[in-house]
């Protein structure tokens, strides 16, 4: 059985994944309630298997991803989330995890996941599996996709409603770094202001119309 690390914001999130898991044998080594300690325990004990939330303060699942990932290429990451949307998941697998799992799944569909992944393998839930590959046959090149991990971040919370400030304080990067990705996001997207990326928020998945109240201008 393998030994994993979970890292969730949320304590009973937490609890549950780890009473799950050692019913059936996996070993918890270790719990981050952020990216940043996520990083860090990945380090110090070097699981089979990182259980990652997208949405943890701080730095943020995806970003942790990629910085687990810088440090260990061989890095088998699943992540488990609350957004069902396609993006995100599509977004995830490019940027190198293993696995895609929805918070609404039966437990029986984390379990297989973990499974396959520990075996070497990988795996996005049956129906968001169907819906990747209809997306990836039916569209011609999304916007979005021209966007890295880094940017692709930067340009969520834009359009969630962050600051450059909060931004630059959440990912651990400088001001200037921040407000040059936002640039580049800008020109990759063809986008002038913070509303229209937010329009394109909106209109790819990556924001529910009506969350964007916090929108500000920068």
């Known amino acids: 059985m393998s030994k ?23 070993q918890i080594v270790a719990e981050a309630e952020n990216g940043e300690r996520a990083v860090a325990l990945w380090q110090e004990h070097r699981p089979d298997i990182g259980l990652l939330d997208l949405d943890m303060a701080g ?15 061989h890095a088998k990451l699943l992540i488990f989330s609350m957004h069902d949307d396609n993006i995100y998941a599509a977004r995830a697998i490019q940027s190198g995890a293993r696995g895609y799992v929805v918070k609404t799944d039966p437990p029986e569909t984390l379990l297989e996941a973990v499974t396959q992944i520990a075996r070497g393998g990988r795996y996005i839930a049956h129906g968001l599996a169907q819906h990747l590959a209809l997306d990836r046959f039916s569209a011609t090149e999304r916007p979005l996709d021209k966007l890295s991990p880094r940017e692709f ?3 969520r919370r834009i359009a969630e409603g962050e600051s450059l400030s909060a931004i630059s304080e959440h990912l651990q990067i400088g001001y200037k770094t921040a407000a040059n990705v936002q640039t580049q996001v800008r020109q990759k997207l063809g986008a002038q202001t913070t509303g229209q990326l937010v329009h394109l928020a909106i209109r790819y998945g990556v924001l529910e119309k009506g969350n964007n109240l916090q929108a500000g201008k920068e």
């Open 4 to 26: 994993i690390l979970l890292a969730d914001d949320h304590a009973v999130v937490r609890q549950g994944l780890k009473l799950l898991l050692e019913n059936v044998g996996h």
């Open 59 to 73: 730095i943020g699942g995806m970003e942790t991803l990629q910085r687990i990932l810088v440090r260990d290429h």
């Open 153 to 155: 971040e930067v340009f």
